[in-house]
């Protein structure tokens, strides 16, 4: 079952030792062909979301909150935001960046998110878009140098991986 409702609030936000907010978030991919051995970056896409305040295209992401593990957190804010669900994976990185709406830091944990369902109907439809892209067009629209970069370490991880699994057939 889906819950078509976001969470809302704060009460259950977490905050690390110097009192950043947690936030968790993932980089929804999929295969062009639908296979899962890849070579070449232009083989990946993966799905951005317009934010709700303005034009500026990012990766879903929102609090990490008291009662959910770091990967159930950004599985749900891919769920509530992109509409999409899928397999978790291992995280690409961590992150200290400033909040672009207040003068607030933040710590940001992204994960991969292989796509399985993409939903018609989901949380925030009415206040987002979301659109695939290849890895070069992403690049070029997400404003966040932290989701940059884990972009990069994503596409590192996938095509060294896919590279492995053709030698090894």
């Known amino acids: 079952m889906v819950l078509l409702i976001s969470r809302t609030g704060r009460h259950l936000q977490r905050y690390n030792k110097d009192h950043h907010r947690l936030v968790v978030g993932c980089i929804p991919y999929r295969y062009k062909n639908h296979g899962k051995n890849i070579s070449n970056v232009d083989e990946l896409e993966v799905l951005v979301i ?37 397999n978790v994976e291992s995280e690409l990185g961590r992150w200290v960046f400033k909040s672009k709406s207040q003068e607030l830091y933040h710590e940001g944990l992204m994960f991969p998110l292989l796509v399985t369902q993409q939903l018609d109907f989901w949380p925030e439809k009415s206040q987002r878009t979301r659109e695939w892209m290849t890895v070069a067009k992403a690049r070029e629209h997400c404003q966040q140098w932290w989701m940059r970069e884990a972009l990069d370490i994503l596409v590192d991880r996938v095509t060294s991986s896919g590279l492995l699994h053709q030698k090894q057939e």
């Not at 593990?69 to 599985?75: D, I, L, M, T, V």
């Open 50 to 86: 317009s934010s709700k305040n303005s034009r500026a295209m990012m990766f879903p992401k929102g609090g990490w909150e008291l009662d959910e593990s770091a990967e159930g957190g950004a599985s749900r804010e891919s769920l509530e935001e992109a509409g999409v669900v899928g």
